[in-house]
């Protein structure tokens, strides 16, 4: 007689060695570590977070020299004095705009007074690194062969 299911004495051996080597302390101390290596993985961003916003749940429970938190620094201006620099700024652009500060003529003195030169001359000394390729003119067209 042939049987395709394997015959009871070789499925109770089997049982046998799973019950042997899954139900002795060793497995359980295995399952207890992966489960709290589970749940820490889990919890950390929630602690993190709670570490991070709350000031006496840190003081009570992180000590201080692993405490590496910085203190907000105070901002230099207000939103409202902030404002009002921007405002003040415009009302001066516009009255040195209406006074005629800002011709062409008067912008090209500027630019050469404050270091940046002509822009011809800086587009020239660099005008090589705008082409594709050192050898070929700007009015060349490029086909793929």
């Known amino acids: 007689d042939y049987y395709s299911y394997p015959p009871e004495k070789v499925i109770s051996a089997k049982r046998a060695k799973f019950n042997d080597r899954h139900m002795d302390n060793q497995f359980y101390l295995q399952l207890g570590l992966g489960v709290s290596l589970l749940c820490t993985f889990l919890l950390t961003p929630f602690i993190g977070r709670k570490i991070a916003y709350d000031e006496e749940f840190r003081t009570k429970y992180i000590p201080k020299w692993y405490d590496y938190t910085l203190e907000k620094p105070a901002n230099a201006w207000t939103k409202e004095e902030l404002h009002e620099q921007i405002v003040m700024l415009q009302k001066q652009l516009h009255e040195r705009a209406i006074r005629g500060e800002f011709t062409p003529e008067k912008l090209d003195e500027m630019r050469r007074n404050f270091g940046e030169g002509t822009k ?16 070929v003119d700007d009015d060349e ?3 793929d062969d």
């Open 141 to 143: 067209d490029l086909e």
């Open 120 to 135: 011809p001359a800086v587009e020239e000394k660099y005008a090589h690194f705008a082409k594709l390729h050192p050898g």
